[in-house]
Antibody
Framework: EVQLVESGGALVQPGGSLRLSCAAS????????MSWVRQTPEKGLEWVAN????????YYVDSVKGRFTLSRDNIRNSLFLRVNSLRAEDTAVYYC??????????????WGLGTLVTVSS | DIQMTQSPSSLSASVGDRVTITCRAS??????LAWFQQKPGKAPKSLIY???RLQSGVPSRFSGSGSGTYFTLTISSLQPEDFATYYC?????????FGGGTKVEIK
């Protein structure tokens, strides 16, 4: 079955860190751009980061630059998001998504169920 | 950043109704526009890309149109399984941005 399964979400204190993981199955991860998108009831859907098939290019939303790092392991069919210096406003459900490159960037044709990150003291 | 504005934010409709949702971009994005459906507790599902191309497996009652700054998603005959929240997303340039969503509810 073609799917993405996220893990690693947790309750963490402000300033803390987490490593989110996304396991891909049913397709060859190395053929696709991959992304993280987060969602809150207040702000809706917010794109977080993209990574090219071979990991040679990464892009981030300004609010996470310098704090989040996106990486991938195509051999293990996995995607990772290292999140540091967490803030209350990073609280969200984080989705892993498969990207299709068109025009200047990507749209998402497959999404995981998400993992919840809660930043609170 | 390109702002995406959806309208309405919610609507009530009956099974069999024709439903149209609009999405406006704050600047021209050509046809680099996607539509998603999301049901509570479920992963978002891709419906349309390149403004009007249907994803594989998506029923033909869904259609998209538009270019530049104005786009629409139409459901020609609303079915019970279509009650959900719909989002648009531009991929003309980074940062990728989404509309605020349109919740389609049962009348």
């Amino acid at each position: 079955e073609v799917q993405l399964v996220e893990s690693g979400g947790a309750l963490v204190q402000p300033g803390g860190s987490l490593r989110l993981s996304c396991a891909a199955s049913g397709f060859t991860l190395s053929n696709y751009w991959m992304s993280w998108v987060r969602q809150t009831p207040e702000k809706g859907l917010e794109w977080v980061a993209n990574i090219k098939q071979d990991g040679s290019e990464t892009y981030y939303v300004d609010s996470v630059k310098g704090r989040f790092t996106l990486s991938r392991d195509n051999i293990r069919n996995s995607l990772f998001l290292r999140v540091n210096s967490l803030r209350a406003e990073d609280t969200a459900v984080y989705y892993c998504a498969r990207g299709r490159f068109r025009g200047g960037a990507t749209y998402f044709d497959l999404w995981g169920l998400g993992t919840l990150v809660t930043v609170s003291s | 950043d390109i702002q995406m504005t959806q309208s309405p934010s919610s609507l009530s409709a009956s099974v069999g109704d024709r439903v149209t949702i609009t999405c406006r971009a704050s600047q021209g994005i050509s046809d680099y526009l996607a539509w998603f459906q999301q049901k509570p507790g479920k992963a978002p599902k891709s419906l349309i890309y390149d403004a009007s191309r249907l994803q594989s497996g998506v029923p033909s009652r869904f259609s998209g149109s538009g270019s530049g700054t104005y786009f629409t998603l139409t459901i020609s005959s609303l079915q019970p399984e279509d009650f959900a929240t719909y989002y648009c997303q531009q991929y003309r340039t980074y940062p990728l941005t989404f509309g605020g969503g349109t919740k389609v509810e049962i009348k």
